[in-house]
């Protein structure tokens, strides 16, 4: 059916003055506008009304949602761009009166519907997925609330059934606007146990503990951070895991425990310069030589966070902190390797790891700032306080190197 005659139709019951359309006189001049160009195109010269659209497209509809297509074939035949643009502004209104805006479900099936036709406005769609996700996350709050792990959710477990099947980013943003809410009102310990509360998949559990991990909330919170780690463990042990669970998730998961496995690792920061002696004990950051830069991993029975690192190259010296040289405001060049052994903290931060030193927790490892030296390339440290601020320089990637 062509939109001429549909429009035409619409004219006829508006003349025989049809209980299923109220047009006064505005809306009935506007459909004369919209059928004035002939049965091969339909145009107007000045944009139109979005509330006159409306009411054309609750008279298509006639209460069955089924005759969408008709709709659609309005917005494509519609010969200027602005026009397309007001009629699925116009049937974005109408589909709200259909009270489907509380079931993230028909959101998105509605978000789909529209990404499959042409010429939709993208500051719509924008709109209809953050909608989407925002009606998700309000929805999945509901475990996050609750210490009970026999609380039974049934609209939950569906809704993450069809999140199963669609673009891992759309979890992953629901989740970003899930924590934004939840952590608001509850600790990262309690959000970190109750993750179990909710009856998810393997993909999705991994997802929620890693970007739990890597929320700044959670970065220092000592209470939170074991529990991820443990969740994640757990979840990594699971047969299915490396079935099910992709690859990019599943390194950014073993990742949290290179330092646990592996016998020896490599330190190289996000510009992928590694740590290793370049000068009479001094530390710097330069391009990567494994047979330099391998250290060996030293555990510390009493906390599973601490680690030392001891290079095998350079006479089995360790990475310290030189505690003679004074702390500055800014950076500090004071990274060295010596023969006593020195204690690290190693936090999961987003992208890599933060290492502090673990007496204090007052000062981090940093590198990637050679303007302070020149050219060189020294590894330095910076005030724990001023992590944020630094991140890129004080995020490392913590690398097995046992068999390199």
């Known amino acids: 059916m062509s939109l001429i005659v549909i429009l035409l139709l619409l004219l006829g019951l508006y003349s025989r003055e049809a209980d299923s359309l109220s047009l006064d006189g505005n809306n009935r001049n506007y459909l004369a506008r919209l059928t004035a160009s002939g049965p091969s195109c339909t145009s107007f010269t000045t944009a139109g009304s979005p509330v006159s659209l409306e009411t054309i497209i609750r008279a298509i509809l006639n209460g069955n949602w089924d005759r969408v297509e008709l709709v659609y074939q309005m917005a494509n035949e519609a010969c200027t761009l ?3 643009h007001d009629i699925y502004e116009a049937l974005w209104l109408e589909w709200q009166k259909e009270k489907h805006i509380y ?3 028909k959101i998105l099936d509605f978000y789909e519907q529209l990404n499959r036709q042409p010429n939709v406005p993208t500051a719509l769609l924008k709109h209809i997925y953050r909608t989407f996700v925002i009606r998700s996350s309000q929805m999945l709050a509901m475990p996050l609330h609750t210490d009970s792990r026999n609380a039974s959710f049934p609209l939950i477990d ?12 759309y979890m992953e943003d629901i989740i970003e606007i899930l924590y934004d809410d939840v952590l608001s009102m509850e600790s990262p310990l309690n959000v970190a146990q109750r993750l179990g509360n909710f009856n998810a998949s393997i993909t999705q559990l991994t997802m929620a503990n890693l970007q739990l991990l890597n929320r700044k909330e959670v970065e220092f919170n000592s209470s939170a951070f074991p529990i991820l780690l443990e969740n994640l463990r757990q979840l990594s042990k699971q047969t299915k895991f490396n079935q099910e ?3 990019t998730l599943r390194i950014s998961v073993f990742r949290y425990f290179t330092l646990e496995t592996a016998q020896n690792v490599c330190l190289h920061n996000t510009k992928d310069d590694y740590i290793y002696e370049c000068y009479d004990t001094e530390m710097c950051t330069l391009e990567r030589d494994y047979e330099r830069a391998s250290f060996r991993v030293l555990r510390n029975a009493s906390d599973e966070t601490q680690f030392a690192f001891q290079s095998p190259y350079w006479d089995n010296r360790y990475l310290v902190i030189d505690s003679s040289i004074s702390i500055q405001s800014k950076d500090t060049k004071n990274v060295y390797s010596k023969s006593n052994i020195y204690w690290w903290r190693v936090v999961p931060v987003r992208g890599g790891m933060a290492i502090f030193d673990a007496a204090t927790s007052s000062s981090v490892l940093c590198s990637g700032n050679p303007a302070q030296w020149a050219d060189q390339f020294y590894v330095y440290t910076r005030h724990a306080k001023d992590l944020d601020e630094h991140l890129s320089e004080c995020t490392w990637i913590i690398e097995d190197c046992s068999n390199k």
């Not at 059934?161 to 669609?166: D, G, H, K, N, P």
């Open 82 to 84: 602005q026009m397309k």
């Open 103 to 105: 079931d993230p479900l």
């Open 158 to 169: 569906l809704l993450l059934e069809a999140l199963e099947r669609t673009a891992n980013n």
């Open 245 to 247: 669970v992709e690859q």
